[in-house]
Nanobody, 118 residues
Framework: QVQLVESGGGLVQAGGSLRLSCAASGSILSIKTMGWYRQAPGKQRELVATITGLGSTNYADSVNGRFTISRGNAKNTVYLQMNSLKPEDTAVYYC????????????WGQGTQVTVSS
């Protein structure tokens, strides 16, 4: 069974920083793209950033230049460094990974709350 476990969320003042972590575990043969998505109250889940197995990254316009996504050396972890946080960044942040167990499929973490106060 595959699990994605996030950590690092919390409450921070506007202008501050947080670092989210996500670790994949289980019977994993390979992981392609990993990423972070977020969902604010009353809004749809949206892409924040993704990173491929080769290190290519993609960011939402709203976070580009403030957030940095990276993967750990073991390639089963993904991080999101969030700087210059704004109140509009407040949301539940979800880790996502395209994982090969018996064929590739999407897996999601349980989410971690990020709250930015003004």
């Amino acid at each position: 069974q595959v699990q994605l476990v996030e950590s690092g969320g919390g409450l921070v003042q506007a202008g501050g920083s947080l670092r989210l972590s996500c670790a994949a575990s289980g019977s994993i043969l390979s992981i392609k793209t990993m990423g972070w998505y977020r969902q604010a109250p009353g809004k749809q889940r949206e892409l924040v950033a993704t990173i491929t197995g080769l290190g290519s990254t993609n960011y939402a316009d709203s976070v580009n230049g403030r957030f940095t996504i990276s993967r750990g050396n073991a390639k089963n972890t993904v991080y999101l460094q969030m700087n210059s946080l704004k109140p509009e960044d407040t949301a539940v942040y979800y880790c996502n990974a395209d994982i090969y167990v018996v064929g590739y499929r999407d897996y999601w973490g349980q989410g971690t709350q990020v709250t930015v106060s003004s």
